[in-house]
């Protein structure tokens, strides 16, 4: 009886074998991260449908805001939500992007979106970019 390796794909097992291998990898990728929010969320930002409440954290190479969003919809959506670094005529500086998807359940969605300073910002701003309902459920 032979060992079968990950990259023997002679016969139906190795194949499988490798494949099944990929397959964890790429699970594992896939994975989302937890998101641990700070015990205070301070910063209230109120977008169409949308109650954002976050906190700010100031690092030297990102600026981050960690929070979550609050929604009125009973269906599934997703979110595109911009966060973005403003100089005092409240020209864009710098941005960060990230996308989110609600559950049914309606709880809050929490989120973490980071962009990278250029040092001028005097101020900084969620948005919700665009968002679509009717999302198909996941599988």
């Known amino acids: 009886m032979?060992?079968?390796r990950l990259g023997?794909?002679?016969g139906p097992r190795g194949r499988m074998a490798?494949?099944?291998a990929i397959v964890g990898v790429l699970g594992g990728c896939a994975a989302p991260a937890k998101i641990q929010l700070p015990a205070e969320l301070p910063l209230r930002t109120t977008d169409q449908i949308f109650q954002i409440r976050w906190a700010l954290q100031r690092e030297p190479t990102v600026v981050r805001a960690i929070g979550q969003i609050e929604y009125a919809v009973d269906s599934e959506?997703?979110?595109t939500?911009?966060?973005f670094g403003l100089e005092g005529e409240r020209r864009i500086l710098s941005r960060g992007v990230t996308y989110l998807r609600s559950?049914?359940?309606r709880e809050p969605i929490p989120f973490v979106v980071e962009l990278?300073?250029?040092g001028r910002e005097t101020s900084f701003q969620l948005r919700v970019v665009d968002y679509r309902t009717g999302v198909p459920p996941r599988r």
């Open 2 to 4: 032979t060992a079968l």
């Open 8 to 10: 023997d794909s002679r």
């Open 18 to 20: 490798c494949l099944l």
């Open 77 to 79: 959506y997703r979110i």
């Open 81 to 83: 939500l911009a966060f």
């Open 103 to 105: 559950t049914f359940a």
């Open 116 to 118: 990278k300073p250029t």
